[in-house]
């Protein structure tokens, strides 16, 4: 899964002969999810081994991906592609990170259903990705989607917190500078906008 995010994060930049490419923070944000995830959870059996374990990922996973939902909203605004307010970019962030952590489960339910009793091979060491030791299956994806809401929100609020502070400082990041890099290969290449 490592080898699959470092293609999926090189192939934007492979594509567009480096015109278009990840900036840094998100590349290591999207690994700090694959490692939690595939590493330290899976190849460890966290998942099996501490039945709250879940509820962890369900609260740092989307605090991750809306504070990449917030860096992708501020480059929206370097590039002048998005013009809300920050409390409704975090807004829609928020909601868009809930989606997504409900398609999750949708995806849980059918490896449990479909894919896992066809393949007979459980990514989670022989246990159902639905469900926990100490919680039934439907208690288990409510509890998901609820810590999915909180992990969702903390990430955005940071996120924007972070974005005005760094407003009010007046520095320039290093995303800023990846930003300036992308804007100089468009206009020195004839990208269109």
């Not at 299956?137 to 917190?161: E, H, N, Q, R, S």
Request: hydrophobic share 50%.
């Amino acid at each position: 899964m490592i080898l699959v995010a470092v293609c999926l994060i090189l192939l934007p930049a492979i594509l567009t002969r480096q015109h278009i490419f990840i900036p840094l923070e998100f590349e290591i944000l999207f690994l700090i999810i694959i490692v939690l995830e595939y590493v330290v959870a899976d190849s460890l059996s966290l998942y099996a081994r501490f039945g709250y374990y879940d509820k962890f990922q369900h609260t740092m996973i989307p605090a991750i991906t809306s504070f990449m939902g917030v860096l992708l909203v501020y480059i929206g605004y370097r590039f002048d592609k998005f013009k809300a307010s920050y409390l409704m970019a975090g807004i829609i962030i928020v909601f868009v990170t809930i989606g997504l952590g409900a398609v999750l489960e949708v995806i849980e339910y059918g490896y449990d259903h479909f894919i896992g009793p066809a393949t007979n091979f459980y990514i989670t060491q022989g246990a159902l990705t639905q469900g926990s030791s100490i919680l039934d299956p439907f208690t288990d994806t409510m509890t998901d989607l609820m810590f999915d809401i909180v992990g969702a929100v903390i990430g955005a609020v940071f996120g924007v917190w972070i974005l005005i502070r760094h407003e009010k400082g007046n520095k320039k990041s290093l995303l800023d500078e990846e930003i300036e890099i992308m804007k100089y290969y468009r206009k020195n290449n004839n990208i269109k906008k």
